[in-house]
């Protein structure tokens, strides 16, 4: 052990520091509250947004009305990498809170916005508060709980940012099916900034000593992932030098690539086959629930039966489902559909993370996150501007059915790339 683990180990002990789901716990929950209200936040628009587009702006074309998502995909892609940068330097909790705060004028916007362009602006501010807030809260519970019970952790993370999605999206239908499109809507999305930024700033607690911890006694899982990489080292090793990293980022890409197609095609979809503004919440409340409440089963089942099949598994689920709503006609078709996208999605989602996790070392871990995430959420950019085009182009059901192969090509990927069942140690 090196001088530099032995203090880290020493200062660990006198700041009466330890790692683990249970010694963490009212910590940890808090954390678990806080995404919630991040997912929330973002839950605000799936509902409302793609039928402002139309009904408000009077946007035609899916390209045009796909904007604000292609502008909150590069937004919070791109800010997830420097949040892993960001919180190495300074620390996890000033991260999350410059997040909360930035959101603050979104609700504002998407109320009082004249023009489309406020629209996609308020989206911009959105994603860069999102990658803030949202890659600092899984990196924080990473730091917490350590690496035993690291796909439960995801799981608990992920499930409460999903159902927060699903459960504003629900609430936001219904708003808006009742008092309009705007401003009832939005105005729960501030009512979850304000509570966001509160518990933020006065509750949460610094995590960055619980990773310096680990690293002490940390085991690199191959000689490549040792804890002095530089930031070029880290970034090329996490998307393309090693073979389970590299899976992973690009399987999360191809992942919300079709969250984004889902989020701006699927409410024009179902409008445009006759449904109600209440069964389309639904739908769009559906697919996040059953991937929010998944996630507590299969981040755990991750952590217990590996990484590799549970991916590959998710990624061709998702597949067949986006089959299904592109040959479908009806409600009830699409609401399977729907909850079996959702199942899909919580199949990949936390085991994606915990297996960066697996590999990145403890010193450079919240870097490797955002690194992931910069792929992961630039998904939502592609998906944006790739369905958009062939929407335009062929219609929706094409644009999904493309979709649907993609993501299946993406698992196959995986099953052929990535590192076997050895989980924590995947390289």
Request: aromatic share 8%; no cysteine.
């Amino acid at each position: 052990m090196t001088s530099g683990n032995t203090n880290s180990l020493q200062q660990g002990r006198r700041a009466g520091i330890t790692l683990g789901l249970r010694q963490n716990l009212a910590q940890f929950m808090l954390l678990v509250a806080v995404n919630a209200l991040v997912g929330g936040t973002l839950g605000q628009e799936r509902t409302v947004l793609p039928l402002l587009a139309g009904q408000v702006f009077h946007l035609d074309l899916y390209t045009s009305a796909l904007t604000y998502i292609l502008a909150f995909g590069l937004a919070k892609a791109a800010t997830n990498y420097f949040a892993g940068t960001l919180s190495d330097r300074f620390g996890r909790k000033p991260v999350l809170i410059a997040g909360w705060l930035i959101a603050l004028p979104v609700p504002v916007m998407l109320i009082f916005g004249p023009s489309w362009s406020w629209i996609v602006a308020a989206n911009v501010i959105l994603g860069i508060s999102q990658g803030l807030t949202w890659s600092t809260t899984v990196v924080m519970k990473m730091d917490l709980v350590g690496p035993s019970r690291r796909g439960l952790a995801m799981g608990l993370n992920e499930a409460a940012g999903y159902l927060g999605v699903a459960g504003t999206a629900l609430a936001t239908g219904y708003i808006a099916a009742n008092y309009g499109l705007r401003p009832g809507p939005f105005l729960l999305g501030a009512a979850y900034i304000a509570l966001g930024l509160g518990l933020s700033v006065f509750a949460v607690k610094e995590t960055q000593g619980h990773a310096r911890l680990e690293a002490a006694n940390h085991t690199n899982a191959h000689a490549d992932a040792h804890g002095h990489l530089s930031n070029r080292e880290i970034f090329t090793l996490t998307s393309f030098r090693d073979k389970s990293l590299s899976s992973v980022s690009q399987a999360g890409m191809v992942n919300n690539l079709n969250d984004g197609l889902a989020w701006g095609l699927f409410p024009v979809l179902f409008a445009a086959a006759g449904l109600t503004i209440e069964k389309i919440g639904i739908l769009a409340a559906v697919y996040p629930a059953v991937w929010g409440a998944a996630q507590l089963v299969t981040g755990a089942l991750s952590d217990r039966y590996g990484r590799k099949w549970l991916i590959v598994g998710g990624m061709l689920v998702q597949a067949a489902a986006l089959a299904m709503i592109a040959v479908g006609e009806d409600f009830g078709i699409w609401l399977t559909a729907a909850a079996l996208l959702g199942l899909g999605t919580a199949m990949v989602y936390p085991t994606l993370l915990a297996a960066i996790g697996d590999v990145a070392h403890p010193e450079w871990r919240a870097r490797s996150v955002g690194i992931y995430r910069l792929w992961r959420d630039g998904g939502f950019a592609v998906g944006a501007l790739l369905s958009g085009i062939v929407a335009d182009a062929y219609g929706i059901p094409a644009a999904v059915g493309v979709v649907a192969g993609l993501t299946a090509l993406s698992g196959l990927l995986v099953a052929v790339r990535m590192r076997g069942k050895d989980h924590h140690r995947l390289a």
